[in-house]
T-cell receptor, first 111, second 111 residues
Framework: DAGITQSPRYKITETGRQVTLMCHQTWSHSYMFWYRQDLGHGLRLIYYSAAADITDKGEVPDGYVVSRSKTENFPLTLESATRSQTSVYFC??????????FGNGTRLTVT | DQQVKQNSPSLSVQEGRISILNCDYTNSMFDYFLWYKKYPAEGPTFLISISSIKDKNEDGRFTVFLNKSAKHLSLHIVPSQPGDSAVYFCAARAGANNLFFGTGTRLTVIP
């Protein structure tokens, strides 16, 4: 029972580079989410998806792009990374009901 | 602007005593509330939840209380155990399973 997996666990990239964080879930959950965790802010929603090919902006979407061509995958792309995007990123999934189930996160550092 | 607030960044409690974690919210449209627990280098894990139509929900050592008039939520852990030491996040739903999270409270249970 793999659940929800994120890759990579750690990533260091340079300002201006494109980077993609991967998220894969084995539950066939319809909903998937991307959150970032920063000190003093808790977890903030970046994007979410209610089903394949349906995505919506969350609280802090600027600078990020998502896609969901398959139910099980929900990659998050930083098109041109900035230092303010240094954070821990969590992917989550759920059925139409709560709760959300989270992956173990990707720690991203932008230098 | 933080819609869900946890004003205590940290809390220390002796093993066997009660831990009380508090959470305040500002949006009266929130209809569902959850508590998550997070260990270092792991994703948040769901602990307990409560619907806005209830004022109490209990699951073993964990009880969540909701005071809608005060827009206040609390989590009681009795008795506290060293394994409960973690960061606790409260979260509130604003529709489509979108959760707004507080900034977290680090609980330390002293043996």
């Amino acid at each position: 029972d793999a659940g929800i997996t994120q890759s990579p666990r750690y990533k260091i990239t340079e300002t201006g580079r494109q980077v993609t964080l991967m998220c894969h879930q084995t539950w066939s959950h319809s909903y998937m989410f991307w959150y970032r965790q920063d000190l003093g802010h808790g977890l903030r929603l970046i994007y979410y998806s209610a089903a394949a090919d349906i995505t919506d902006k969350g609280e802090v979407p600027d600078g990020y792009v998502v896609s969901r061509s398959k139910t099980e995958n929900f990659p998050l792309t930083l098109e041109s990374a900035t230092r303010s995007q240094t954070s821990v990123y969590f992917c989550a999934s759920s059925t139409v009901s709560l709760p959300l189930h989270f992956g173990n996160g990707t720690r991203l550092t932008v230098t | 602007d933080q819609q869900v607030k946890q004003n205590s960044p940290s809390l220390s409690v002796q093993e066997g005593r009660i831990s009380i974690l508090n959470c305040d919210y500002t949006n009266s449209m929130f209809d569902y509330f959850l508590w998550y627990k997070k260990y270092p280098a792991e994703g948040p894990t769901f602990l307990i939840s409560i619907s806005s139509i209830k004022d109490k929900n209990e699951d073993g050592r964990f009880t969540v209380f909701l005071n809608k008039s005060a827009k206040h939520l609390s989590l009681h852990i009795v008795p506290s155990q060293p394994g409960d030491s973690a960061v606790y996040f409260c979260a509130a739903r604003a529709g489509a399973n979108n959760l707004f999270f507080g900034t977290g409270t680090r609980l330390t249970v002293i043996p």
